[in-house]
């Protein structure tokens, strides 16, 4: 299993409309498969000494020891089904992808939009085993966000959409979430906000910093 997911810098401009696709996925397990697949494509594709856009990987790795992702749900059937019930998120970034199911390899070409966002401006880095002990979708997404961006802040509206939080009612309890998420990473954060409902709303507010 490849070490490290491979991530595009642009895909952290929200501009950018893959940077949502990226994250959109309701369950911890399929957005963890969607990274390993993603990132299997993207070092073949950065690896490969020509322009050639149809590769083929092998997903017996995928079940290998080392591998990040939970061997006792995963299975080759499961990852077909995931290709077909994904199809409209995998078309943002694939062209095309087949899974052979008697070979256990996964064929692909990347969407001309995937390909210019990968040149675009470099790539960083994220250890996929932090990945591995993470069991709340939340929580993977801020991981790969703070992968792209190490340092700075970020929005709170920006967090409540991508990581699902409008659903929950009350906005205490989504910025709860929030620190909960980062607190599980071992980030410290500050959430800066007015204290009382006169004080003057500076540009720092309503944002976390890390």
Known sequence: MIEYFT???ELMN???KLHYELFDFKQNHDIKLFVAILSNATMIYKNNKTDEN?????LKNFFASDSYLC????SFIYIEKFLRTNEIIMSKFFDFID???ENKTISFTFTENYIKTMKKSGFNKLE???LKSIKDIR?????MILAMKPSGYLDVNYLFKVLDLYKIERRDRRIFKIKQAFKSLNVDVEYKYPKNKNSPVLEEHYKFYY
């Open 7 to 9: 991530i595009a810098r």
């Open 14 to 16: 929200r501009e950018n």
């Open 54 to 58: 149809y590769l083929t990987f092998s």
């Open 71 to 74: 061997r006792a749900t995963l």
């Open 99 to 101: 899974y052979d199911l």
């Open 128 to 130: 996929l085993k932090t």
């Open 139 to 143: 929580t993977t997404k801020l991981a």
